[in-house]
């Protein structure tokens, strides 16, 4: 049934695209008449027509009576001037991510509208407070930002201006609620939290890519199958579109006066460059037929019929662990202080490059290999080994055939400072530590905002507690080791709560 007394009985939706389509259709759900005005031809009455649609199917499913409907669509309005806003208590804009297009319009309407309506911009990466600049009545704006699609991504973003009224974010979070969605309070910072937080993810990924330790799909594999992830970053930037995603990517970079950590990639302006874009243009990091991913096979494994005893580091993380792996899957285990002349020799670092770790550690970096024990084998569906530049090639072979024994897949890539999983990992926790650094938002609502707004398996900080502050914090500092880069500088808060163990992250800072 429609909810009652919204607390914004009329809505206007300036901008009728795939957003404020969305906006629209959840509003009207919500119990609020809701105008629509577009300033190119015919977008009103096919935004209408859109959402009419949609609800005559989730009528078809039983999810909506037909009364529910009617009534819905009595309360949806066109409007072919803007004028038609007048009477409206909230007016949400839904246009081109343009600061100048954006001011001009809200100045518009900011004369057309009563005194004590609120103005709501939809922007990704905007700042609420320069849209609001130039308003006479910038304490009645707000960021209200949602993501696509509207009615099924359930989180919005609620931002303050500089001078934006607190009770107005009260009044749109509960509105939020209304419409059935998650309200999250965030400060005016590029980005705000989803797309601030998520920049770990794909920006990590792309610089993996750049440095030749792996390829999009192998880097999607590690991902997905090791961490938990929907979609790894590839799939996910062919999904949202190298015309949405890089321009993202460039704004908040730029806005942060070049930060090292969300530099964008050349990889993706070249590809953006070349309409390379993604799945709705048929290719992008994949081919796509008929909408489906066409994907290179997982390589073979290798046969090995003499397969040499394993010698395993007593610095490798998950020691314990790494042995009952090897004794399950068979392997002679060489019990010295180092090993012999004849045995594979396995390094678990965290955050160093094998080659360091064999150097350092004395090894000969011919028959030393490197696995990935940031996570606790039982939970993770694949397994990632990593050479170095002198490891021989029947080294190799033997501990990927050594560890897919027991049929879980396994995936070799080449030397770096730290494994794909660690890299990605650590940055995005490193990130949403700073977030609350910064006090852009609570640690709660961060987790909400990049679960339901990221589709992560869990919150950044809940990814902290699982995976340990100590191991998150060592694969930084090694990694700033590595490569004297900036980028992978630990965040205060991270280094302060992580002195005290992660239970205490999720407490408000």
């Known amino acids: 049934m429609p909810r009652m007394n919204p607390v914004y009985t009329n809505v206007g939706i300036v901008g009728v695209g795939a957003m404020g389509r969305g906006i629209a259709q959840i509003a009207t759900q919500a119990g609020s008449a809701v105008t629509l005005f577009d300033t190119q031809p015919g977008a009103v009455v096919k935004a209408r027509d859109t959402i009419c649609a949609q609800w005559e199917k989730l009528c078809e499913k039983g999810r909506m009576d037909a009364a529910q409907v009617a009534a819905q669509k009595a309360r ?34 900011e004369g057309l509208v009563g005194p004590t309506t609120v103005l709501a911009t939809n922007t990704s990466s905007l700042s609420v407070t320069a849209i609001a600049a130039g308003l006479k009545r910038p304490q009645q704006f707000a960021g209200y930002h949602f993501f696509n699609p509207v009615p099924l991504m ?24 209304q419409m059935g969605h998650t309200p999250v309070q965030a400060q005016d910072t590029p980005g ?21 330790v792996a390829d999009f799909v192998t880097i999607d594999r590690i991902l997905r199958d090791q961490i938990g992830f929907k979609l790894g970053p590839f799939e996910l930037m062919d999904l949202t579109a190298l015309d949405v995603s890089h321009p993202v990517m460039e704004s908040i970079y730029h806005q942060y006066y070049e930060e090292p950590r969300y530099r964008p990639s050349v ?53 314990a662990e790494l042995l009952q792996l090897l004794k399950t899957v068979g392997a002679v285990i060489e019990t010295g202080t180092a090993p012999s002349p004849a045995a594979l020799t396995l390094v678990a670092p965290l955050g160093f490059d094998i080659t360091t770790v064999a150097v350092v550690d004395r090894l000969d970096p011919a028959r030393t290999v490197g696995i990935d024990m940031l996570v606790d084998d039982a939970a993770t569906r694949r397994r990632v080994l990593a050479t170095n530049p002198a490891t021989r090639g029947d080294m190799r072979d ?11 897949p396994v995936s070799l890539i080449r030397d770096s400072g730290g494994f794909v999983s660690q890299r ?15 006090r852009i938002c609570s640690p709660k609502d961060l987790e909400t905002a990049v679960t339901l707004g990221l589709g992560y398996p869990m919150g950044p900080l809940a990814m902290g507690d699982r995976y340990g502050p100590a191991n998150v914090l060592e694969v930084l500092f090694n990694m700033q080791t590595v490569y004297g880069d900036p980028r992978y500088r630990p965040s205060p808060w991270l280094r302060r709560r992580g002195a005290m163990g992660l239970s205490l992250m999720h407490e408000e800072s």
Not at 80 to 98: G, Q, T, Y
Not at 432 to 438: F, G, V
Request: hydrophobic share 45%; glycine share 8%; charged share 25%.
């Open 424 to 438: 990605v990992v650590a940055t995005i926790i490193n990130i949403a530590a700073d977030i609350c650094q910064q």
């Open 192 to 212: 705000f939290i989803v797309n601030h937080a998520g920049r770990g993810y794909g920006t990590e990924a792309l610089r993996i890519v750049n440095e030749g």
């Open 154 to 177: 359930k989180v919005v973003e609620v931002i303050a201006g500089l001078k934006t009224d607190r009770a107005i974010c009260a009044d749109l979070a509960g509105y939020a609620r």
């Open 398 to 408: 033997a501990a990927h055939a050594l560890f897919a024994r027991d049929g879980k």
């Open 76 to 109: 949806l309005r066109m409007a072919d001037s803007m004028s038609a806003l007048s009477d409206c208590n909230l007016v949400i804009e839904a246009v081109v991510e343009r600061l100048d297009i954006k001011k001009a319009l809200f100045a518009e309407i």
């Open 267 to 319: 990889i993706t302006a070249q590809r953006l460059a070349a309409g390379i874009i993604g799945r709705k243009a048929g290719e992008g990091f994949y081919r796509y037929s008929d909408g489906v991913a066409q994907s290179t096979p997982e390589p073979a494994v290798p046969q090995v019929h003499d397969m040499p005893s394993v010698w395993v580091s007593p610095r490798a993380a998950r020691r």
